[in-house]
């Protein structure tokens, strides 16, 4: 089983690799309460497909191990940038959901670009969704502090309240089946509680407005419209303003589980990007490069 050492604090963590070494390289980074597992629907095709597919388990989730202390963002980003020094890679695309988006973005503007060709941000959290200076129009501190109760309260209840939102089941074409959100809930719940609670914290704490305009390289934003968790107005449309030439693709009904609602979608665009091609786009009035997808 593989790991690496944190280059922060010598923890433990673990990664997959799959597909052939000498495969264009992706690099998947999970949502805020789970491991590389979660990606299995993108993972498992592009690796069948030639492409080498490696996955990260941050600290205190999924096999890594269990510590007190690491869970800011520049040291989630530094264990990040550890594992591409580890395995000496080149030319990687960095593909982050959730609050893994920030992780991605920052691992950028902290270590450079020269490991890393390109990035995607699925469903995002960044540029932040908690109200702030630079976020007027963000979720009240208030009601994040109450939901933050209820989670250290009760975990397993909140996530499992959370699982049709989360997938927006109630949209059209949104189906998951009860053992997959029975699988789902507790893989969130093998993340330790000081993980899950300080992962939380970088997503509360977050505001990456001033540094996405300093991403250097080709960025795919792909969001849902029917994400509750990081509203599409809030989070993807803002940072396909902020990063120079990003293309944003937009999935109608997706919610902020889309990487298994849309799975074949979300694949296949992650595999025309990987490739070089990128998404087509077209330039708005903005001056943003824009792609919409399943927009009637």
Not at 46 to 73: F, K, M, N, P, T
Not at 259 to 286: C, K, Q, S
């Amino acid at each position: 089983m593989p790991y690496y050492e944190s280059p922060v604090d010598s923890t433990r963590l673990h990664y997959v690799d799959h597909g052939p070494a000498s495969g264009t390289v992706a690099v998947f980074v999970a949502s805020a309460y789970l491991g590389h597992e979660m990606w299995e629907h993108q993972m498992l095709p592009l690796a069948e497909a030639g492409y080498r597919c490696v996955g990260l388990d941050r600290r205190g989730h999924g096999r890594s191990d269990d510590v007190w202390s690491g869970y800011d963002l520049d040291t989630l980003a530094d264990d990040l940038q550890g594992l591409l020094d580890h395995l000496d890679l080149r030319e990687v695309t960095l593909i982050g959901h959730s609050v893994g988006t920030a992780e991605v973005v920052r691992c950028l503007t902290r270590h450079g670009s020269d490991r890393v060709a390109r990035i995607a941000l699925v469903c995002g959290v960044s540029p932040g969704i908690i109200r702030s200076e630079h976020l007027p129009d963000g979720v009240d501190p208030s009601t994040a502090r109450a939901d933050e109760e209820f989670f250290r309260r009760d975990r397993p209840a909140w996530f499992t309240r959370s699982a049709d939102a989360f997938f927006a089941v109630s949209s059209a074409g949104n189906d998951v089946s009860a053992a997959y959100v029975r699988h789902l809930v507790e893989r969130c719940l093998a993340a330790t509680p000081r993980a899950s609670t300080g992962v939380r914290s970088v997503v509360t704490g977050l505001d990456l407005t001033g540094e996405l305009p300093a991403v250097d390289v080709p960025v795919l934003v792909v969001h849902g419209t029917h994400d509750t968790s990081a509203p599409l107005a809030h989070t993807g449309e803002r940072v396909a303003l902020l990063v120079p030439g990003a293309v944003l693709k937009v999935y109608e009904n997706g919610g902020h589980g889309l990487f298994v609602t849309h799975a074949e979608r979300l694949t296949a665009d992650l595999r025309e990007f990987l490739g070089g091609g990128g998404a087509t786009a077209a330039t708005t009035g903005t001056g943003r490069m824009l792609a919409v997808a399943g927009i009637a």
